[in-house]
């Protein structure tokens, strides 16, 4: 399963957003729920998209003139042992 990190365009609503993900059967949240600084209320994430759709929901979010940004976010890296 993969994760998506979206940034929404400045100015975009919020509302539209939850709709849009809502047509492609994804569920946007915000990647920092209990803030309102104005440099973090534009990100959120969706996840558990199965892997094969990952990059169509990116390309989906991408083109809707609501998202200043989209990306798959990468796995973490293993911890490299001494």
Known sequence: MKAVVVILRPG?????????????????EPMHPDTQHESLSPYFTVEEIPDDRAVAIVDTLRASGLVESAYVRPAP???KKP
Not at 12 to 28: D, F, N, P, Q, T
């Open 77 to 79: 890296s293993a911890a």
């Open 12 to 28: 975009a609503a919020v509302g539209e957003l939850m709709r849009l993900a809502k047509s492609i059967g994804v569920r946007v």
